[in-house]
């Protein structure tokens, strides 16, 4: 118990995470909450030429971010993954940078699920890939029932090893 205990600090509350540099693309992962107000600091600042955000759809088939109708000054491409699972995302995330021609990705999720979230991305992208993390206020609650979750889907992650 003590070492899954100490495992998780390290994977969900203080793992380790990349800075932004200048990428072809921004992803943030869905659904897109409020790392959206980061992940528009991050474009401003010119850490990427695109934004691209996994986005749910409503019932009559339209992207339900709002950046997704927003006028920037830099493009944004929304999508939906099927599934929408971070493993869809991620393939998601290939198949739109063979088709842009893209090399180089930050993607950007909360802190807890940085650490997964890294290892099913690397399975499929194959570009220069930077994690950044987005420090969402928790509860304490919120914080038991991530550390629960996140705890299971890495073992889902270690039965189900491809992209």
């Known amino acids: 118990?003590?070492?899954?205990i100490m495992a998780g600090l390290w994977l969900f509350v203080v793992p380790p995470a990349d800075h932004?540099?200048?990428a072809d693309v921004l992803l943030v992962l869905g659904p897109p909450d409020d790392r959206m107000d980061?992940?528009?600091?991050?474009?401003?600042?010119?850490?990427?030429?695109?934004l691209a955000v996994s986005s749910?759809?409503?019932?009559?088939g339209q992207f339900t971010a709002p950046i997704c109708k927003a006028a920037t000054a830099y493009p944004v491409i929304c999508f939906h993954p099927e599934p929408f699972t971070t493993q869809g995302e991620a393939r998601s995330l290939q198949a739109l940078a063979q088709q842009h021609s893209w090399h180089s990705a930050n993607v950007l999720t909360a802190q807890f699920h940085i650490t997964r979230a890294r290892v099913i991305v690397a399975?499929?992208?194959?570009g220069d890939l930077r994690m950044l993390d987005y420090s969402p206020q928790l509860s304490l609650g919120a914080w038991a029932y991530q550390y629960a979750y996140q705890s299971a889907a890495f073992l889902k992650v270690a039965v189900h090893p491809g992209c």
């Open 1 to 4: 118990m003590v070492i899954w």
């Open 20 to 22: 932004a540099r200048r």
């Open 38 to 50: 980061y992940a528009e600091q991050l474009m401003q600042h010119g850490d990427a030429g695109t």
């Open 56 to 60: 749910p759809v409503d019932n009559a």
């Open 123 to 126: 399975r499929c992208y194959t």
